[in-house]
Structures are given as structure tokens and as C-alpha cells.
Nanobody
Framework: QVQLVESGGGLVQAGGSLRLSCAAS?????????MGWFRQAPGTEREFVAA????????TVADSVKGRFTISRDNTKNTVYLQMNSLNPEDTAVYYC?????????????????WGQGTQVTVSS
């Protein structure tokens, strides 16, 4: 099994920054897994935010966060990060980390096999 634990969420003012971390563990976890971040605001469907290939050399982010959010990973620590800058109230959501048993990025939640419990991000205006 694979366990994913997110951290770094919290309350921040508009224009501020946060860095989310996702630590992966488990007997079957492999650094060959692509990783992604998704978010879900109340009353909305879960949406893709960002993803990184197994090496981290290929990344993709949603248009809604392009230029503000950056995904990266440190395979020596089995950790993936989401740096979020210039936050606005529309970014308020629960952010989920996910792992995909493929090396390439995926942008749909259906492509991911393991999920964390989520971390709340609240941006005040």
C-alpha cells in the first residue's frame, strides 16, 4: 500500500504564499510514480491543479494557476511540493496529493491510484 500525507495548508491573506508538501511512504511506493495535486472547494467537483512526472522533469499546471503555482519533487525524500504564490480567495479549497502508478503526468483524477487525506487552504480577502 501507499500512504500520502499532505501538510502546509492554512489560512493566508490574498496575495500571500503557501507551500504544500506531500510525503509518500509504503512498501509499494516507487519513485517511478507520477504525482499530482488536486483541489476541491465546497459545492464543486475536484479539479486538477498540477502534476509532475516520476523524475520531476516534466510538469504541468492548470490554466487557473499557471504562473502562480509550481510543482516539484524530491525523490530522495519521497516528497512532492506545491508552491503557491499570489493566492486569491478562489484558491480556497481542500488540496489533495495523489500518486499515479505511471511515470508520465496525468491530469484527470481517474488516472491516479492513491490519494492523501487533504489539507485545507483558506485565502482571506
Amino acid at each position: 500500500q501507499v500512504q500520502l500525507v499532505e501538510s502546509g495548508g492554512g489560512l493566508v491573506q490574498a496575495g500571500g504564499s503557501l507551500r504544500l508538501s506531500c510525503a509518500a511512504s509504503g512498501r509499494t511506493f516507487s519513485s517511478n510514480y507520477a504525482m499530482g495535486w488536486f483541489r476541491q472547494a465546497p459545492g464543486t467537483e475536484r479539479e486538477f491543479v498540477a502534476a509532475a512526472s516520476y523524475s520531476g522533469r516534466t510538469t504541468t499546471v492548470a490554466d487557473s494557476v499557471k504562473g502562480r503555482f509550481t510543482i516539484s519533487r524530491d525523490n530522495t525524500k519521497n516528497t512532492v511540493y506545491l508552491q503557491m504564490n499570489s493566492l486569491n480567495p478562489e484558491d480556497t479549497a481542500v488540496y489533495y496529493c495523489a500518486a499515479r502508478t505511471r511515470v508520465s503526468v496525468g491530469t484527470s483524477g481517474r488516472e491516479y491510484d492513491y490519494w492523501g487525506q487533504g489539507t485545507q487552504v483558506t485565502v482571506s480577502s
